[in-house]
């Protein structure tokens, strides 16, 4: 694992040499993305894991995602464009998502690891998950796959 903050440091270098490339469009992509990032160290009051700051990017993502939507929608494509590029953006600096087979493979270890047996275990199962999938999976579908799994 990366020290923390290394993301925000790395898209704060990128940032700087844009701004010195006078690539104004992708500066000003990466600061909102920083400005975000900020506002997690911030609120959390601490130094933000690198699986925090992959949490702050999806988010980021999902939010450009559902503007991207709407901007469709609505019929503004010069605004949808922006977004596309802002999700391109984002998807670079995310890592690669678990597949579905090493997903499955890693639920089926933590149930074998810490005997789940039925839906009561789901806690258990779940936090054995929570750090190994950090950042690579959406922890709503992992919930969903280990309550499958479990009979619930």
Same mark, same amino acid.
């Given at each position: ?46 130094? %933000? ?17 559902? /503007? @991207? ?19 391109? @953006?984002?998807?670079?600096?995310? %890592? ?19 005997? /789940? /047996? ?10 054995? @998950? ?23």
């Amino acid at each position: 694992m990366r020290e923390p903050g290394s993301i925000e440091q790395r898209i704060r270098d990128e940032a700087t040499a844009a701004l010195k490339a006078g690539d104004r469009r992708r500066r000003e992509a990466l600061a909102s993305i920083l400005a975000a990032l900020k506002k997690e160290r911030i609120d959390s009051g601490r130094q %933000p894991t690198e699986a925090d700051e992959v949490g702050v990017l999806r988010r980021e993502r999902k939010r450009r995602e559902e /503007a @991207l939507a709407m901007y469709e929608q609505a019929g503004r494509d010069d605004l949808a464009d922006q977004e596309r590029y802002e999700i391109a @953006l984002i998807e670079a600096w995310l %890592p690669e998502e678990l597949g579905e087979a090493e997903l499955g493979a890693l639920v089926d270890q933590a149930l074998a690891e810490t005997g /789940a /047996a039925g839906p009561r275990d789901m806690g258990k199962v779940m936090a054995w @998950l929570k750090p190994k999938v950090a950042g690579r999976a959406d922890m709503r579908a992992v919930s969903d796959l280990v309550r499958r799994r479990l009979g619930g």
